[in-house]
């Protein structure tokens, strides 16, 4: 599977558990204010409370994304402990199709 099939695929699912939760505090607000009226801690209503837990939420699930995202990057040989030298060898070999340049070649280099 692609990294960002893999990647669109979590943050959906996270996105699900978003909507949910957000999903929720506009039902209670909608269909029952005097619930959000309440005030179970500090003298601060439900609502406030509901909303700081919907932003801790967001940001939990945005760190959850950028772990899971960085993990299936890596992929299976970085969780076995294996080493990449992933650094260009040479100033020349900074070429995005992966092939290597031929010495004395027409990349760079004294003419």
Known sequence: MFVSTRNSRIGLMLFAIYLVLYGG???LAAFSPQTMEATPLAGVNLAIWYGFGLIVAAILLALVYGWACRASERGPSAADGARHN?????PHD???????PVPGGSEGGSP
């Open 25 to 27: 505090f506009v039902l």
């Open 94 to 100: 900074h070429r995005r199709d992966g092939a290597r």
């Open 86 to 90: 992933f650094a260009p060898k040479t």
